[in-house]
């Protein structure tokens, strides 16, 4: 089977080997035994395949270059974010909220696994639901370590548990957006949201016991193995029973209700091995001082699910294109929307264009509001302040050089429409497996997230190949894009944007090709998981 017509069968060969040749050696540079960090590893994939764009598929060199200046440009959603979240994060640290906020979890249990999976399952889920662009790990992770884990195992414990709602993320943009160009009816949708979430929530039952064992011993999560999978349950029944009749609110109530769930398990004590929760134990800490800890948390939350709800109003506000002023120059369009919305159209005349939501990206709004709003609350000195900004832009310098270079691969992998180096692949993919696909679709959706770091762009580039090929084989097209959508949400996990993300907010310097080789492992299991639903859902 030729999905695309690409010329002879030796041809495409050859170029799907070319095209995938800087990703094997991406991969290879940053898992060999001294591995390449990631901001130098990315920049020379980059460079690589520009040149194969350039002197192989002989791509128009002005167009190049605007995939590259969008590229660059790109760089500013994640950064911004990642600044965000490490400023949100110094602040609680240095003002000593905190050591309060760990206190506090340590008088509700002290058991490590129950900390794990309230924080790093249930509230790091309900934040995915809320806003996805990486703000769970941003969030959850620096929580982990303030409790004493370790920053490296918490990076790759947050980046497998930031997995399972992933598909319902942002308030389902992944499902709702990703899937729009395929102009399925309400019905289809909602049928691949259902699916989605099922396959996911059977995932789930392992994915967050896989990344325990990160961090903690086998012998510890068998002590505590029905609290887990309590745990894992009050998350995922609510996330799939909401998914049968709505595909915006799976992860965000799902999450709620799992976090309040898990909480209550943990104080009464239920399903927690008893050696764990008999030693230690912290006295109660003033309400008082966990209120004022936990607020920024809060403001943050609250204002994050209230700028992403649509029927609210201001997520529209935020969002608003409407033109303010505008500039050519040099035959592309730069443009301030009335919301902030910067754009740049028809980089130098082509038809590739760029914007950032100035307001609407997590970074400005909630990270620096809430800082900012914490400040006076927290009672910080101008020296700390200055601290706090320091350390942020330390952080973030070589994270910059990495994403930066990340994003422009990702862009040039692209280009050249159904020739591009990343169609050749997925194209190579369905052409060996034909009726089989259905085994093997989640992965491409991995592979969608593993370039891009969203699982929403993952459904877009790919969504509509997954179409074509569930059609041209005879498989059932909803099934395949749920697969698809199961895909690009475990992918995250392996994503080299999400961890050099939250490497940078926990401080780590290169590890990222250790990271990547340990989150691979749990990558092929959901894999597994997926292709044994697809079988029977089929």
Not at 20 to 35: D, E, G, N, Y
Not at 102 to 128: C, H, P, T, Y
Not at 236 to 247: D, E, G, Q, R, V
Not at 387 to 410: D, K, N, Y
Request: proline residues 4%; aromatic residues 8%.
């Amino acid at each position: 089977m030729v999905v695309f017509d690409i010329g002879t069968v030796d041809e495409m060969l050859q170029s799907t080997l070319i095209s995938a040749f800087p990703i094997v050696l991406l991969i290879w540079m940053m898992t060999k035994q001294r591995a390449l960090p990631s901001h130098i590893a990315l920049p020379i994939t980059a460079l690589l395949v520009g040149l194969i764009q350039l002197f192989y598929f002989h791509s128009d060199g002005r167009l190049l270059s605007a995939n590259i200046i969008s590229g660059v440009l790109s760089v500013l959603t994640p950064i911004s974010i990642v600044a965000g979240a490490i400023l949100l994060n110094r602040v609680l640290a240095i003002s000593g909220a905190e050591a309060v906020i760990g206190r506090w979890l340590d008088s509700i249990s002290n058991n490590k696994v129950a900390q794990l999976m309230i924080i790093g399952w249930a509230f790091a889920f309900m934040l995915e639901g809320a806003s996805g662009f990486g703000t769970p790990a941003a969030i959850a992770a620096p929580m982990l370590v303030g409790l004493g884990f370790q920053p490296i195992k918490v990076a790759i414990f947050a980046l497998i548990m930031n997995s399972v709602p992933v598909s319902f993320g942002a308030v389902g943009t992944p499902i709702w957006f990703g899937f729009e160009a395929l102009e399925l009816s309400s019905s289809d949708l909602l049928e691949v949201a259902n699916q989605t979430a099922l396959i996911n929530a059977v995932a789930a039952l392992l994915i967050p016991i896989l990344a325990l064992k990160f961090v903690v011993s086998w012998s510890l999560i068998r002590q505590n193995l029905v609290f887990i999978l309590l745990s894992i349950l009050s998350c995922t029944l609510p996330y799939y029973a909401l998914a049968n009749w709505n595909y915006e609110f799976p992860s965000l109530l799902g999450g709620a209700v799992g976090l309040m769930v898990s909480i209550f398990l943990a104080k009464a004590n239920i399903g927690l091995g008893t050696t764990q929760n008999t030693l230690n134990k912290q006295s109660k800490v003033p309400s008082r001082e966990v209120f004022f800890a936990l607020l920024p948390l809060g403001l943050l939350i609250v204002i994050l699910i209230v700028t992403r709800i649509s029927p609210l109003g201001i997520k529209g506000l935020l969002t608003n294109t409407n033109a303010w002023f505008g500039i050519d120059i040099g035959g592309s369009h730069l443009g301030v929307s009335q919301s902030l919305v910067v754009s740049l159209d028809n980089i130098l005349s082509t038809s590739v264009s760029w914007s950032y939501k100035t307001l609407y990206v997590p970074a400005l709004i909630p990270f620096v509001l809430v800082v900012l709003i914490s400040m006076p609350l927290l009672k910080l000195s101008k020296t700390q302040i200055k601290e706090a900004f320091f350390e942020t832009g330390q952080r973030i310098q070589l994270p910059l050089v990495s994403l930066a270079a990340a994003l422009v691969m990702v862009n040039l992998m692209m280009l050249g429409a159904e020739q591009s180096p990343i169609f050749l692949i997925a194209n190579a993919l369905a052409t060996l497996t034909g009726d089989s696909w259905s085994l093997f679709a989640a992965l491409l959706g991995a592979l969608g997230s593993f370039f891009s770091g969203s699982a929403t762009v993952s459904n877009l580039t790919f969504g509509g190949i997954q179409q074509t090929i569930a059609m041209q084989v005879g498989l059932p097209v909803n099934l395949i894009l749920a697969l698809q959508s199961v895909g690009a949400a475990m992918g995250n996990m392996v994503c080299i944007n999400n961890i050099i993300a939250v490497s940078a907010i926990l401080g780590i310097h290169h590890q990222e090709g250790f990271i990547l080789k340990k989150t691979i492992l749990p990558l092929l299991v959901y894999g597994v998981v997926a292709a044994l639903m697809a079988i029977v859902l089929s």
